[in-house]
T-cell receptor, first 114, second 115 residues
């Protein structure tokens, strides 16, 4: 089975712009979670989607949003980018709800905001 | 709120020595605990989870509810164990509430096993 695929691998954006990251989960997995990873804060939970519904959201501003499609693929959007949004964004899929089934992580999208 | 603390950012041992990576958690409900590992140039992956009670690559972890700890142990470390290790917590399925469905990770411990 193919693993979790995240595109693009690298992104460079300017402050104020918006960005969309994409995640294709493992075939058959219904849950997709997003995490932000930075050297200072570590791995921080952004949100989780299960069967197209956002079930949980972390403590991030409303500029961070996401969605999940009927084929379980997910996108994450960040609007009005700030320098502090520079991070590695990780997507993880699981067969059932996150916390019930183990998470399978992608390689991440490295976002740099200048 | 749930919180995971890994007090050691760096841990160095010699090959063949025992290793223990510490993890303490704070959560009022029933937790499910995990250890994830990231080897060099690989993606983050599950090492083991409490509910499975299994040993993976010689590693074990015991949930101590009294001390709210889930330390990862291996009696004889190998060089290939060198990696970043993360402890993570989620609420059990019957807990519901806002904690269910998300994993809270510790800051991670970089383990280096010297030859």
């Amino acid at each position: 089975k193919a693993g979790v695929t995240q595109t693009p691998r690298y992104l460079i954006k300017t402050r104020g712009q918006q960005v969309t990251l994409s995640c294709s989960p493992i075939s058959g997995h219904r849950s997709v979670s997003w995490y932000q990873q930075t050297p200072g804060q570590g791995l921080q939970f952004l949100f989780e989607y299960f069967s197209e519904t956002q079930r949980n959201k972390g403590n991030f501003p409303g500029r961070f949003s996401g969605r999940q499609f009927s084929n379980s693929r997910s996108e994450m959007n960040v609007s009005t980018l700030e320098l502090g949004d520079s991070a590695l964004y990780l997507c993880a899929s699981s067969l059932e709800e996150a916390g019930v089934s183990p998470l399978h992580f992608g390689n991440g999208t490295r976002l740099t905001v200048t | 709120a749930q919180r995971v603390t890994q007090p050691e950012k760096l841990l160095s041992v010699f090959k063949g020595a025992p290793v223990e990576l510490k993890c303490n958690y704070s959560y009022s409900g029933s937790p499910e605990l995990f250890w994830y590992v990231q080897y060099s140039r690989q993606r983050l992956q599950l090492l083991l989870r409490h509910i499975s009670r299994e040993s993976i690559k010689g590693f074990t972890a015991d949930l101590n509810k009294g001390e709210t700890s889930f330390h990862l142990k291996k009696p004889f470390a190998q060089e290939e164990d060198s990696a970043m290790y993360y402890c993570a917590l989620s609420a059990l399925p019957n807990a519901g509430g806002t904690s269910y469905g998300k994993l809270t990770f510790g800051q991670g411990t970089i383990l280096t096993v010297h030859p």
